[in-house]
């Protein structure tokens, strides 16, 4: 991998907005234990144990697709409270019914967990064994997202689980695997300074800002979904990038429709003076604090 500096075009024309067919990829994490972190992704989590990297890190997700890797990391420190990094990863499920047997699971096992409505989606939330935070939640059709012109109506509203229990297929056992069709559908960031991460996410990397009503977060996405990227500073304002080799994200994937809408983007960024990586299929960036985006066009 090399590290590439390109010069901006003789004459540079407004920012895009990224490509509404972007998606998000594979979320890299530090574990201390990858044996006992896959145990919990597949036996708790319901993935599936898809194999092991060169590197030695493993490959967790659906019907082939890689949601979750896993860098195994036994003498990796705790990520101090404060510091920027992985607020949550969301896996989105394709439908309610889906949503209700995780949360059988989740309530058979004792699984500590919160539970929100969020009008957008539902969600519940928990922890991996690393205290790395996961959301898996299922959207409301978007007809029924309410728009006040550009942006997206989101609350946090408690979520009936005894209702959304009574969507649980009864032929479903707990123990079946997350249903096909199940992906990344954003991931949560804590950072240091939403005016910076906006200058990065929204002015550089091109995504759009779908809500930032929530006091102490931003919310933007491609595509008019309702959001791609979460970016909040409640317990990180003013924090800085947790010391390397620490427990937490090592870096996520965002994936877009073709390599034209890579090299946009990868120009678009040199040319302002991010150092940009160049990967297989892409690139890599790091934002301010150091979360590190691996950007690249699908298979």
Known sequence: MTTTSIAPPPSAGPVPTLPAGLRMGAVRLR??????????????VGLALLGRNDDGSLRLGVEGETLIELVGAPDAGARPRGTTGLFHVALLVPDRPALAVVLRRLIAQGVRLGASDHLVSEALYLDD?????IEIYRDRPESDWRWDRKTVEMATQPLDLRQLLGDAPEAVPLDAPMPEGTRVGHVHLQVGDLAAARRFYVD????TVTTDRYPGALFVSAGGYHHHLGLNIWQSRGGEQAPSGSVGLVAFEVILPDTASVEAVRDRLAASGEAVTIRPQGFAVADPWGTRLHIRAEA
Do not use: E, K
């Open 204 to 207: 550089g990397l091109g995504f």
């Open 129 to 133: 064994p690393d205290g790395n935070g």
């Open 31 to 44: 574990v201390r234990d990858a044996a006992r972190a896959a145990a919990f992704y597949t036996g708790t």
